[in-house]
């Protein structure tokens, strides 16, 4: 079946507007997780979801950010009042089940707020 | 904090010979380990992983290393080729359980051909 899918693969921006990423994971993943990607980094946590459990939002790095999760698949992660530090890719991965499982990633969305 | 990181930031390989890209970790509680490899503009890809049982576990031309009396993970990529470029990652997880992985810095692989 199809992978982890991201859309849009890239979204410019202006600094103080909201912008939408959604993410659709392997079918039948329980799993769902959001990282941050900044130029040349490594991989920054953001948001946890597994199952109907509440999301693990430790990673999320200011109140500006938000991410939901509609029926158990498709996800939004959402910012508000962009910032340029904002810009970066962001990834989504999906796992079958629980953190221990393989974590699958959709190839990212661009960010750039100007 | 208990964190993953990596030895080397960079690392050049001539093309066919073998590349060793190592990893440290502190969480002597994580049972469960990744590599990943990600491409220019592309998302990581799974390359292989190994449990806390084993200390070797081998894949196509890939071979991961699992020492955990000095909590150390390495990946090693025989004959490597100009399409092994890329930047690797490990992972772990820290416990057992519904936790995220934590990834490392990553580790730039460069063949030259």
């Known amino acids: 079946g199809a992978g982890v899918s991201q859309s849009p693969s890239n979204k410019v921006t202006e600094k103080g507007k909201d912008v939408e990423l959604r993410c659709d994971p392997i079918?039948?993943?329980?799993?769902l997780y959001w990282y941050r990607q900044s130029l040349g980094q490594g991989l920054e946590f953001l948001i946890y979801f597994q199952g109907n459990s509440a999301p693990d939002k430790s990673g999320l790095p200011s109140d500006r950010f938000s991410a939901e999760r509609t029926g158990g698949s498709v996800s939004t992660l959402t910012i508000q009042r962009t910032q340029q530090e904002d810009s970066a890719v962001y990834l989504c991965a999906s796992s079958p089940s629980s953190g221990a499982d393989t974590q699958y990633f959709g190839p990212g969305t661009r960010l750039t707020v100007l | 904090g208990e964190s993953v990181g990596l030895h080397l930031p960079t690392l050049s390989v001539q093309e066919g010979d073998n590349s060793i890209i190592n990893c440290a970790y502190s969480n002597s509680a994580s049972d469960y380990f990744i590599w990943y490899k990600q491409e220019s503009g592309k998302g990581p890809q799974f390359i292989i992983d190994?449990?806390?049982?084993?200390d070797k576990r081998q894949g196509q031309r890939v071979t991961v290393l699992l020492n955990k009396t000095v909590k150390h993970l390495s990946l090693q990529i025989a004959a490597t080729q100009p399409g092994d470029s890329a930047v690797y990652f490990c992972a772990e997880n820290p416990s057992s359980g519904n936790t995220p992985l934590v990834f490392g810095k990553g580790t730039r692989l460069s063949v030259i051909a």
């Open positions: 190994i449990r806390s049982n084993m």
């Open positions: 079918s039948g993943h329980t799993a």
